[in-house]
Every structure is written in structure tokens, then in C-alpha cells.
């Protein structure tokens, strides 16, 4: 099972996976508009 996070551009609220499998708006606020969240990759020096 694939861990996804998705975040409502509006209320900026983690959205569950199965919500957005049933539909595409926001439980929260309503909106239409969610995105994946990337995440930052920092890159370490070697001493």
C-alpha cells in the first residue's frame, strides 16, 4: 500500500488518500484544487 499525501490549496489540510480516490474536492473546505506536497531532498557534503 503507497503512502500518498495529499494538501487542499485553499485550507492547506492534509486530504486522505480515500477521499480523493471518491472525489476530487476538498472534505474540508470544498475546493477543487489539491496537490501533492514534494518533498525536499538535502544534499550532504563528505568531509
Known sequence: M???V???F???KI???E???KRV???YCGSKILF???VTN???KAV
Open 6 to 8: 495529499y494538501k487542499c
Open 10 to 12: 485553499y485550507c492547506n
Open 25 to 27: 474536492r476538498c472534505p
Open 42 to 44: 538535502v544534499k550532504v
Open 19 to 21: 477521499y480523493v480516490e
Open 15 to 17: 486530504v486522505k488518500e
Open 2 to 4: 503507497k503512502m500518498v
Open 36 to 38: 501533492k506536497p514534494r
